[in-house]
């Protein structure tokens, strides 16, 4: 398989999705939907909802059945960044290359983008409750369950990080504001396209387990990222988190201790998928990305 | 009836049903959960929720039915009241007498809070969408989705209010702010409790329409106080709105012109209900309590 082409493909396929939530027409509130629309599609990874995708992919083909999750916890995700680059958290200037929300637009303008993404989300969720059969209701609504549960973590995940900013963190406190902060919303769409697949208890968990494993790779690598990046590649400024006092996993295990645990949780994760054999290729390459990627 | 004493009945049953949701228990996010406390139970009116039960109670007994989607637009509302009042966008100082939330706590603690309080409002709804009969499906997630527009028409109203400030608007923009941003959820309460007991269409209409009327009558008396109210009763500073030469309903027609308007508009809603004789009592006098309130 050629993970990078479709990588790629699923890229294209969801940023179509996106675009057809963009409201467009002449209205009073014109410049809050450019300003929605900036941040989301600004050139992210899309990696929440190729989980969601690829996950479905094990078991089923039907694609466009996961498409309306796979847009809304998209939208979180912006939602999220927006929220936490604001001048009254992070205060950060640039993402993916570009000026952040609030800097590109206005203070007022990115709450209330935040704060529409957010809700965008759940009418996205609620439509597609509207135009269910009944036999597909339970799973979904299941899945809706999770789903604001998994946003609720994250929201206390990034408080939590807040608070601790400058301080000296235990080890607890740094694996909570991960699992929160991003773990929670990655298991979530590992889970989704599980759960819309229909999945036994037994393959539900050992995907939970591979999520929250790649989700802690992810944070790994984040953390070394920000430490030893490239700056022009990742698109913002890099050693931040130093200056800041921040604990990360760099700073809590030193570089090396940091790239150890990546290898070592990466290896784990793979071990989770094997039994899916190709079908679980790309998610077994993903896990590969998330280790190697350099942004 | 004893109007303010029914008012009172229904204000303690609600602060009763928001208190189930308050989290109390020690943890990391501690002062996020104390933060949405903070502003969830500062003393508003409740008037919201209360229009979604006394709606359902024209037509039906049991009001427990209500009380998640009650629960979960008293939440919507006051995130959009922290929001409204951060540095970047209103930058208010006070509320019900109080400092904003944040104010009293921090400006990320008020972001986080105020995204807190809207998500937590669609997990209150995914419960209770979990918890439900089969045949009692179609009806709640058809308020899910009322829901969620209303939401969006909220912020979308708030962003253009925040674009308007200190320039002239036609009459056709304040209109949209004013039903965009407070109409929306006013009329959605009303046809939440509408839709929950199964009225007919024609009922629907006229709850609807009623609900536009107080709505708007609510929008003109909240601009008139803002220009002639007592501070100490208000609890919060009057004449703000002419310093930042914010258009409303008085400086558009002047204070007598808004009066008169208010009168009308209030007459109207209650000409709406007539047909519902005594068991529309209460929101025939909860219209009058929105013309005359002092706060």
Do not use: W
Not at 76 to 101: A, C, E, W, Y
Not at 251 to 278: C, M, R, V
């Amino acid at each position: 398989m050629d993970f990078k082409s479709k990588l790629k493909q699923y890229q294209d396929l969801i940023n179509g999705e996106l675009s057809k939530y963009i409201e467009t027409k002449k209205c009073p509130e014109e410049m809050l939907n450019h300003s929605m629309e900036y941040s989301l599609m600004a050139g992210g990874k899309r990696l929440r909802p190729i989980l969601v995708i690829a996950t479905y992919q094990i078991f089923k083909e039907d694609v466009q059945e996961c498409m309306p999750f796979a847009v809304a916890i998209e939208m979180v995700h912006n939602f999220s960044l927006i929220h936490d680059d604001l001048p009254g958290i992070d205060n950060d200037d640039f993402r993916h290359g570009k000026p952040t929300n609030h800097k590109k637009f206005n203070e007022a303008t990115a709450i209330l983008a935040g704060d529409g993404l957010l809700n965008n989300a759940y009418r996205v969720i609620s439509k597609y409750l509207e135009n269910s059969s009944k036999e597909d209701l339970p799973k979904k609504i299941k899945i809706f369950q999770e789903f604001s549960d998994a946003v609720d973590k994250m929201i206390k995940g990034e408080f939590v990080d807040t608070e601790v900013e400058g301080k000296q963190i235990s080890e607890e406190t740094l694996e909570y504001i991960h699992k929160h902060k991003t773990g929670a919303l990655l298991t979530l769409c590992v889970r989704m396209g599980a759960i819309l697949a229909e999945v036994s208890q037994e393959d539900l968990n050992r995907l939970t387990s591979y999520a929250e494993k790649i989700g802690l790779a992810f944070q790994i690598k984040d953390d070394i990222l920000s430490e030893e990046g490239d700056e022009k590649i990742l698109g913002k400024p890099v050693g931040n988190d130093k200056i800041l006092e921040k604990c990360t996993y760099v700073s809590k295990y030193g570089l090396s201790g940091a790239k150890e645990k990546l290898e070592k949780i990466t290896k784990e994760a793979i071990e989770e998928l094997k039994i899916y054999n190709e079908k679980a290729e790309f998610l077994i390459e993903l896990a590969k990305y998330i280790k190697e990627r350099n942004k």
